[in-house]
Nanobody
């Protein structure tokens, strides 16, 4: 019913930049929240950044000033611009969204499949 498809991951040198994208598709009525999480090997999944339908953003302390989250409500897409990347940013990055579908009155959380980001030193 709903798909979240991420793209933009890859290998980059420390100090470089990457832009992640996540597009939601399906019988979507509204998305009130979109966010990016990441999980490094041997570590728990952590919130990186989030954005509400109104544009309010929140960031993990470790990425403040380096990452920027944005969204295109018309395209049901969220972006994560990552600058000044560090080796410790290496992880699988997951997109998440709280989505209300045409046939359901409530919002439910959905996840993408993840995209690998590797930062070499």
């Amino acid at each position: 019913q709903v798909q979240l498809v991420e793209s933009g991951g890859g290998l980059v040198q420390a100090g470089g930049s990457l832009r992640l994208s996540c597009a939601a598709s399906g019988s979507i009525v509204s998305i009130n929240y979109m966010g990016w999480y990441r999980q490094a090997p041997g570590k728990e999944r952590e919130l990186v950044a989030s954005i509400t339908i109104g544009g309010s953003t929140s960031y993990a302390d470790s990425v403040k000033g380096r990452f920027t989250i944005s969204r295109d409500n018309a395209e049901n897409t969220v972006y994560l611009q990552m600058n000044s990347l560090k080796p410790e940013d290496t992880a699988v990055y997951y997109c998440t969204a709280n989505i209300r579908l045409l046939a359901r009155p409530s919002y439910f959380s959905h996840w993408g499949q993840g995209t690998q980001v590797t930062v070499s030193s």
